[in-house]
């Protein structure tokens, strides 16, 4: 048997930006931002602490790029570079940081 958590996301013209994550339990649920992964029980506190709505597109970019630094910095399962796809009403812009330009690096 296969069981996965899922985070969708996406943006239209009626309700712009929308986060759902899917847990496991097979429920959809509406976020301001989700996590997902075995480094994500890492990053919950900072996540509370540092999201704030209505954030602009840079913010968003540089909250992400921090949050998965930490992530990374503390499970030795995560990976050793960013790949972020930033998705608004322009359509995706894929962008990468590289292992030796992350805000935080390994303990």
């Given at each position: 048997?296969l069981?996965?958590?899922?985070?969708v996301?996406?943006?239209?013209a009626?309700?712009?930006?929308?986060?759902?994550?899917?847990?496991?339990?097979?429920?959809?649920?509406?976020?301001?931002?989700?996590?997902?992964?075995?480094g994500s029980?890492?990053i919950y506190?900072?996540?509370?602490?540092y999201?704030?709505?209505?954030?602009?597109?840079?913010?968003?970019?540089?909250?992400?790029?921090?949050?998965?630094s930490?992530?990374?910095?503390?499970?030795?399962?995560?990976?050793?570079?960013?790949?972020?796809?930033?998705?608004?009403?322009?359509g995706?812009?894929?962008?990468?940081v590289a292992?030796?330009?992350l805000p935080f690096?390994?303990?």
């Amino acid at each position: 048997m296969l069981t996965a958590g899922i985070i969708v996301a996406g943006w239209d013209a009626v309700k712009g930006g929308q986060v759902f994550a899917l847990p496991i339990g097979g429920a959809m649920l509406p976020r301001p931002y989700a996590t997902g992964g075995s480094g994500s029980t890492y990053i919950y506190g900072f996540c509370d602490a540092y999201y704030k709505a209505g954030m602009g597109k840079d913010a968003c970019i540089e909250f992400v790029t921090k949050a998965l630094s930490h992530a990374m910095a503390r499970d030795g399962s995560s990976g050793g570079v960013i790949r972020l796809a930033v998705i608004d009403e322009g359509g995706v812009e894929r962008k990468f940081v590289a292992g030796n330009q992350l805000p935080f690096g390994p303990l």
